[in-house]
T-cell receptor, first 115, second 113 residues
């Protein structure tokens, strides 16, 4: 059974700092990996999706990498801002028929960026 | 605007009552999903549907039921058999081809007392 772990559980940084969030998964047979942002009491916003054949994806100040063989992904946030404060969730979709479309989520990293 | 809508945002029910949560999407996605989120836990999959009139159980389907009569709609019923129904419920949708990127609605917070 796929398990997804996110480290650290919480992170507090000053504005302007570059930071890295970590995600690990136990089964390397994945179809894709998706990073989400969740603000308190809100739904999830998709940030980046990395297909299993890709190594990284970039969007603005965000860069996500994927090392499928070692079961790891990192989300890099450059020049952090107070508006980046949120919970960041990592989720993987398994490869293979019975895992089709089914995401397994980590418990998230709560990020606080203070002015 | 294309997106996913969930209603209501907050829902209160007495124990023993069934309640139905609404999820509608206008993204023309074939697949739709229901997740449950509890404090300190990741999202867990309740049910999913890849095509109209077909759906499959996720990891925690007991006490829940769904229907998929239209492509745009995937309502979730929380029955009285669900032992701990108080939670934040999230609906999502995706294409069944290409990336499978999932898009989420704003969620419904259900409180059962």
């Amino acid at each position: 059974k796929q398990e997804v772990t996110q480290i650290p559980a919480a992170l507090s940084v000053p504005e302007g700092e570059n930071l890295v969030l970590n995600c690990s998964f136990t089964d390397s047979a994945i179809y894709n990996l998706q990073w989400f942002r969740q603000d308190p009491g809100k739904g999830l916003t998709s940030l980046l999706l990395i297909q299993s054949s890709q190594r990284e994806q970039t969007s603005g100040r965000l860069n996500a990498s994927l090392d499928k063989s070692s079961g790891r992904s990192t989300l890099y946030i450059a020049a952090s801002q107070p508006g980046d404060s949120a919970t960041y969730l990592c989720a993987v979709e398994g490869a293979g028929g019975t895992s089709y479309g089914k995401l397994t989520f980590g418990q998230g990293t709560i990020l606080t960026v203070h002015p | 605007d294309g997106g996913i809508t969930q209603s209501p945002k907050y829902l209160f029910r007495k124990e023993g009552q069934n309640v139905t949560l609404s999820c509608e999407q206008n993204l023309n996605h074939d697949a739709m999903y229901w997740y449950r989120q509890d404090p300190g836990q990741g999202l867990r999959l309740i049910y999913y549907s890849q095509i109209v009139n077909d759906f499959q159980k996720g990891d925690i389907a007991e006490g829940y039921s769904v229907s998929r009569e239209k492509k745009e709609s995937f309502p979730l019923t929380v029955t009285s058999a669900q032992k701990n129904p108080t939670a934040f419920y999230l609906c999502a949708s995706s294409r069944v081809a290409a990336s499978h990127e999932q898009y989420f609605g704003p969620g419904t917070r259900l409180t059962v007392t």
